[in-house]
């Protein structure tokens, strides 16, 4: 079963009528599927407003209230490859960074929020090398996977060098639907006030020793439609990424191993302690599909095991178990040279004005 099930995979990679993969997994609250969640909070239009929930309201009266973004499934995605079995997956590379204070902080690849053109990256002696991949990713993007195949799937920009644009290939996200918003109130009562203290004309409120209320706040959403984390692998974007020919070029090791990451990122199970108050397991199965160009769906029977024993035997053939760790070291006059350098362009153009 288990070498029918690959083989399975393998076609459908080549399948240029294969569109896209679909899972949807209904989620829901600790609680329950009536509990409170908290959404991520975002700044208010100006500065006097406070913090606020990303909604989404039509003109029927439904909402979609955002749970966890796009940008923010990636992360997660990409940080659970950290550990094994998926860490043998990716080639460590590494930047180390001197801190002010003396300290060193090691940043690995899949930490870097912009992958390959992450300022981690641009700033420290790998920056050669990443430029030299993005250059090269219209021929050869397997330069690219050598450094961050997750810059492969989950897309990149190197907006602040070559330009090289990446297409995100898979994206994640979790939202809840017809949510009713919650607010609260709270009033901290201090054990010692300014009166008591004998500073009856000064509040001391600031520093812990007066009541202090405070609200109102957002305190959560009840999600009467359900919360639902969807994900769609899209099979064009992952050929183009790794420049698949028909018919396909023989010994191509590339494309399977960056589907191997896809299916494995496909069949994670969620995060489940997205941030306070926003504990989430599963609400049922995940229901995954195929969608076709002709619009028609095809039920996909994917279980993690699958996904990990095709990914580990893709790696194997790219050669991962083979390629040493790349450790560079982050160069802070980099930031001075940079800086110096937009200065002149700015002056420049104002010359020109």
């Not at 090691?106 to 300022?119: G, K, Q, S, T, W």
């Not at 021929?139 to 961050?148: G, I, T």
Request: glycine share 8%; net charge neutral; with cysteine.
């Amino acid at each position: 079963m288990a070498a029918k099930a690959l083989d399975s995979l393998k076609s459908l990679l080549l399948d240029p009528k294969a569109v896209a993969i679909l899972c949807r997994q209904p989620l829901e609250s600790v609680e329950g599927p009536g509990g409170v969640v908290f959404p991520p909070t975002y700044p208010g239009k100006s500065r006097d407003d406070g913090p606020e929930y990303n909604i989404s309201t039509f003109n029927d009266g439904k909402n979609v209230c955002t749970i966890d973004s796009v940008q923010s499934q990636a992360n997660r995605i990409e940080a659970a490859f950290l550990d094994e079995p998926y860490r043998s997956l990716v080639r460590r590379v590494t930047v180390r960074a001197k801190l002010a204070e003396g300290a060193e902080k090691v940043i690995d690849v899949l930490e870097a929020p912009h992958r390959l053109a992450d300022a981690t990256i641009r700033f420290s002696d790998l920056r050669e090398q990443a430029e030299e991949a993005f250059r090269a990713f219209r021929n050869d993007p397997a330069k690219v996977a050598l450094l961050s195949p997750m810059s492969l799937l989950m897309g990149a920009w190197d907006s602040r060098g070559t330009q090289c644009k990446i297409p995100r290939a898979l994206t994640a996200r979790i939202d809840a639907f017809n949510v009713r918003c919650l607010q609260r109130r709270a009033l901290y009562l201090a054990t010692l006030t300014s009166k008591e203290l004998g500073h009856e004309e000064e509040k001391l409120s600031g520093i812990g020793l007066d009541n202090a209320p405070s609200g109102p706040s957002p305190a959560g959403v009840i999600a009467d439609g359900g919360i639902y984390r969807e994900s769609v692998f899209n099979l064009v974007a992952l050929r183009q990424n790794c420049r698949i020919t028909y018919p396909p070029a023989a010994g191509d090791t590339l494309s399977p191993y960056i589907f191997g990451l896809g299916l494995v990122a496909l069949t994670l199970q969620p995060e489940e302690f997205l941030r306070q108050g926003c504990l989430l397991v599963a609400g049922g199965p995940v229901e995954a599909s195929v969608r076709l160009s002709d619009g028609s769906r095809q039920t996909l029977d994917l279980s993690s095991d699958i996904a990990l024993a095709y990914a580990q035997n893709a790696a194997a053939a790219f050669g991962v178990p083979s390629l040493a760790p790349l450790h560079g070291q982050f160069q802070p006059e980099l930031i001075d040279e940079h800086n110096k350098k937009a200065k002149a362009r700015k002056n420049k153009e104002q010359n020109v004005a």
